[in-house]
C-alpha cells in the first residue's frame, strides 16, 4: 500500500501494479483498462511514490506471477546481478538523477541489470528531453549485411507493400525507395496473404533483386514466424525472422508465439548463415496497447507490458527492434501528443535495454494525429539517435491503411541533422550514382539501376 | 503550379503497377507543394468519414420496415475511446427490440457507420444486390448508430437470429475512405469471438464490387446456415466455394 497527500488531498495506492499505472503519462489505453490516473493530481501523487521506491523492490515484487508467466521468468531468471551492483542501492527517482549523468559506457554496462519494470517505472518521471538525451547515449549497433545503429547514422526500412502482393507493384515500391536511397536496415515487406507459399514467392522476388543490384542490405517478408520455418524448411531465401511479440505469456499465446517456438525460429535463421558481417538474424515489432488489446495484460499499464516485449526481444539479439508507435489506434493512443509521448517512452525504454530500436513514426486515419506530429515526432527520434524508420512511398501504406514516414522525410532528416545512412549501404550508394559527395543524385542512364527501371516497364 | 522549381521523377511509368504514391519528384529533398496538397486533401477526406454522423435516410426509405437504434457509445469521441460501448446496444434500443424477441429472422442484417459514415452510400446498392440472393430466407434489417462489428452479436442473441450480417464502414485510408465491410456470424450471441467470423473486405466501387461482394456474401452466409457454423472453419470450404 501507497499513500501519500498534496495539498489537503491524500491519495492511496493498492499495489506497485496500481502505481505504475496512475503514475504513467495520460493514454487513452490506460483510462480504458481503468489503470490510468483519475485526476491530473492522482498521477503527480503517484508519481512523487514511485520516486521513492527502491529499485530492489521491483525486483524482488514481479508485477505479473512468476509461477504463470514465463516473460516474467525470462526477466527474474535473466538477471544480471553484477551489472545490477552500480544502481542497485537506488529508487527509481534516484535512478533517473543517475541515468541523466552517467556516460555512455556507464548506461550500456548496467543494460542486464535492468528489469522492464524499473526501466518502464523511469520513464514515467522523464520529460521528453531526459528520454531523448538518455536515449541519445545509448549506441546499439547490430550487423547482418551491413552496420546498423552507428551513432550520427540514421537508417530506413524500405516497405513497399501491395494490397495483392503483386510482384510488379512490389517491385516498383522498392525501385521508387531505392532511387531515393532507402533500405538500409531492411527491405521489408507486409504480405497481403497469409501462405507459405506466397510468402516464399516474395522471398525469391525481393532476394533477387538484392543480388541484381548488389546491395549491402537484408530482406525480410513479415509474416507468421511458423510460416517462415516452413519457407526455410522449403529452401527459401530467408535473412531475418519477423515476428509480432508482446510483454506477457497470455498476448504472445494471441501471436500464436511462446519463447520456445522463438528459440527455434532463432536457431533456424542462425543456421542459414547468410549474414555476411554479422548474426543479428531476427528482426521484431512491437507497441503499446497490444497485451490490452488481446485482454492480456493482468492490470499493467501499457508502457510497463511494452517494456517486458522488450525483454523478450533482447533473449534473441535481434538486428532490428521496431515499436509500430501508433498504428494500434486512439483507443490506446488517442492524439498526437500521446503518440508522440510513447514514441519517445518506447525508443528510450528499448535503448536502455540495449536493443537497435527503430520507430515506425505513424498514425491511423482515426486517431487525431496528422502530418504535422509525426514531423515533430520523427525530428525528435532522430536527434535522439533511432536506429530507422520507414519508408514508406509518400508516407501512403496502400495495403495496411495508415500513414508512415515517407522516403522524403528520411532525407528531410539527412538535410537538417546530417545523418547518412548505414556506411556500407551509404557507399553503395555512391558507386551506383544515386547520391553524390552524399546528395541525392539520379543514376546516369544505363546503369543498373536505370535498366532495373527499364526492365520493369517504367520507361526510365 | 510549375514544376521549374522541382525535380520530377523520370520513372512515373512504375504508377502503372501499384497506386502507391510513387515518383513524386521532389523540391530539394522535399515533397512538390502539389504531393503535399494532394496528400492533405485525402487524409482530410479520411478524417471527415470517421467524424461526419451517419445518414440512414436513404435505407430508411427503401427499407421502411427497418429500425434505427444506437449503441453505448455517446458520441463519435466516446465511440472512439470505448470500443466496449460500441459493441452493446443502447437501454432505449434493445427495448425497441424486447417486443421482436425470439423472432427469430434467418438473417440478422446490421447496417452500421462503424469508422466511416461516408461508406453507408454504398449500403442501399449492396442490398438491392444481396436482398434478391437471400430468397427464401426471412430478413430483419436494423440501422445502427457508433456501432462495432460484435453489436451484432447482442442484437441477434435478442431476436434469436439464425445468423447475423453485419455492415460497416471500414477504417479509412488514404486512398479508400469509404470501404463497407461484411461480417458474418452463425448463432450471434453476446462473447463471440472474432475467430467465430467470417470477413468479407474492401466493398466499394474501384475495390471489391458491389454485385461481387454481394454474391461472397451470399454464398458465405448459405453455407454457415446449412453447416451450422462460422469463422475458421467455414473458412477453407468458403475458399472453394468462391472460386
Request: proline content about 5%; charged content about 20%.
Amino acid at each position: 500500500m501507497f499513500q501519500t497527500r498534496l495539498g489537503h488531498i491524500a491519495y492511496t495506492f493498492a499495489d506497485l501494479r496500481e502505481l505504475l499505472g496512475r503514475a504513467s503519462a495520460r493514454k487513452s489505453g490506460d483510462e480504458l483498462a481503468g489503470l490510468a490516473a483519475r485526476s491530473a493530481g492522482e498521477r503527480e501523487a503517484a508519481r512523487s511514490l514511485l520516486a521513492d521506491v527502491p529499485l530492489q523492490t521491483l525486483l524482488d515484487q514481479p508485477l505479473i506471477p512468476y509461477e504463470t508467466d514465463e516473460i516474467t521468468r525470462l526477466i527474474v531468471d535473466g538477471h544480471d546481478a553484477h551489472a545490477f551492483a552500480p544502481i542497485s542501492s537506488l529508487t527509481v527517482g534516484e535512478l533517473r538523477d543517475w541515468l541523466l549523468s552517467s556516460a555512455p559506457e556507464q548506461l550500456a554496462g548496467v543494460r542486464g541489470g535492468l528489469t522492464p519494470e524499473m526501466v518502464s517505472a523511469v520513464c514515467k518521471l522523464m520529460r521528453s528531453q531526459d528520454l531523448m538525451l538518455v536515449a541519445s547515449r545509448c549506441e546499439v549497433v547490430t550487423r547482418f549485411r551491413n552496420t546498423l545503429g552507428l551513432r550520427g547514422h540514421f537508417s530506413t526500412r524500405l516497405q513497399p507493400n501491395h494490397p495483392t502482393d503483386d510482384p510488379r507493384g512490389v517491385l516498383a515500391s522498392c525501385l521508387d525507395g531505392l532511387m531515393f536511397g532507402a533500405g538500409d536496415a531492411v527491405i521489408g515487406l507486409n504480405p497481403a496473404l497469409d501462405s507459405v507459399d506466397s510468402c516464399t514467392g516474395l522471398l525469391h522476388l525481393l532476394d533477387d533483386l538484392r543480388q541484381t543490384l548488389d546491395i549491402p542490405t537484408q530482406t525480410c517478408v513479415l509474416t507468421h514466424v511458423t510460416n517462415t520455418l516452413q519457407a526455410i524448411d522449403g529452401g527459401a531465401p530467408v535473412d531475418l525472422v519477423f515476428q509480432s511479440i508482446a510483454g506477457t505469456q497470455r498476448a504472445n499465446r494471441g501471436f500464436g508465439i511462446d519463447l520456445a517456438l522463438l528459440d527455434e525460429a532463432h536457431a533456424a535463421a542462425l543456421s542459414l548463415n547468410r549474414g555476411s558481417l554479422g548474426h543479428n538474424v531476427m528482426y521484431f515489432e512491437t507497441g503499446q496497447g497490444s497485451a490490452l488489446s488481446a485482454d492480456a495484460h493482468h492490470g499493467v499499464d501499457q508502457q510497463t507490458c511494452e517494456v517486458r516485449a522488450y525483454a523478450v526481444a533482447r533473449r534473441y539479439a535481434p538486428l532490428l527492434v521496431n515499436t509500430v508507435v501508433g498504428f494500434i489506434g486512439p483507443e490506446y493512443l488517442y492524439d498526437g501528443k500521446q503518440i508522440i509521448r510513447a514514441g519517445l517512452e518506447d525508443h528510450c525504454a528499448g535503448k536502455l535495454m540495449g536493443l537497435p530500436m527503430g520507430v515506425d513514426v505513424c498514425y491511423t486515419n482515426h486517431a487525431e494525429a496528422d502530418q504535422d506530429d509525426m514531423d515533430v515526432l520523427l525530428t525528435l527520434l532522430a536527434a535522439s539517435g533511432v536506429n530507422f524508420v520507414m519508408g514508406v512511398p509518400g508516407a501512403d501504406d496502400i495495403m495496411l491503411n495508415y500513414q508512415s514516414t515517407s522516403f522524403h522525410d528520411a532525407w528531410y532528416v539527412r538535410e537538417l541533422l546530417h545523418r547518412p545512412p548505414a556506411p556500407e549501404f551509404a557507399a553503395w550508394l555512391e558507386r551506383v550514382g544515386l547520391t553524390a559527395r552524399g546528395e541525392l543524385s539520379l543514376p546516369g542512364a544505363g546503369t543498373p539501376l536505370r535498366e532495373a527501371l527499364k526492365q520493369l516497364g517504367a520507361g526510365a | 503550379m510549375t514544376d521549374d522549381l522541382t525535380e520530377t521523377a523520370p520513372w512515373q511509368g512504375l504508377r502503372a503497377f501499384t497506386h502507391a504514391r510513387l515518383a513524386l519528384g521532389r523540391a530539394g529533398v522535399s515533397l512538390p507543394t502539389r504531393e503535399v496538397l494532394k496528400f492533405a486533401q485525402a487524409h482530410a477526406a479520411a478524417q471527415d468519414a470517421v467524424w461526419t454522423p451517419a445518414d440512414f435516410g436513404p435505407l430508411l426509405e427503401a427499407w421502411p420496415d427497418a429500425l434505427e437504434l444506437r449503441s453505448r457509445a455517446e458520441g463519435r469521441a466516446e465511440y472512439l475511446r470505448r470500443p466496449d460501448l460500441g459493441r452493446r446496444l443502447h437501454p432505449d434500443s434493445a427495448a425497441v427490440l424486447e417486443p421482436l424477441a425470439a423472432s427469430a429472422p434467418d438473417v440478422l442484417i446490421v447496417v452500421g457507420d462503424g469508422l466511416s459514415a461516408a461508406a453507408l452510400r454504398h449500403a442501399p446498392a449492396l442490398l438491392c444486390e444481396l436482398l434478391p440472393l437471400l430468397d427464401g430466407l426471412s430478413v430483419r434489417l436494423l440501422l445502427v448508430h457508433q456501432c462495432r462489428v460484435a453489436l451484432a452479436d447482442e442484437a441477434g442473441e435478442l431476436l434469436g437470429a439464425g445468423v447475423s450480417l453485419i455492415l460497416l464502414g471500414e477504417r479509412p485510408g488514404l486512398s479508400s475512405f469509404d470501404s463497407l465491410g461484411a461480417y458474418l456470424t452463425f448463432a450471434p450471441r453476446v462473447g463471440r469471438l472474432d475467430s467465430e467470423r467470417n470477413c468479407v473486405s474492401n466493398i466499394r466501387p474501384g475495390g471489391l464490387e458491389l454485385p461481387e461482394a454481394a454474391r461472397r456474401t451470399a454464398s458465405l452466409l448459405r453455407a454457415s446456415l446449412r453447416r451450422g457454423l462460422s469463422g475458421v472453419e467455414l473458412k477453407g470450404e468458403s475458399a472453394e466455394l468462391l472460386e
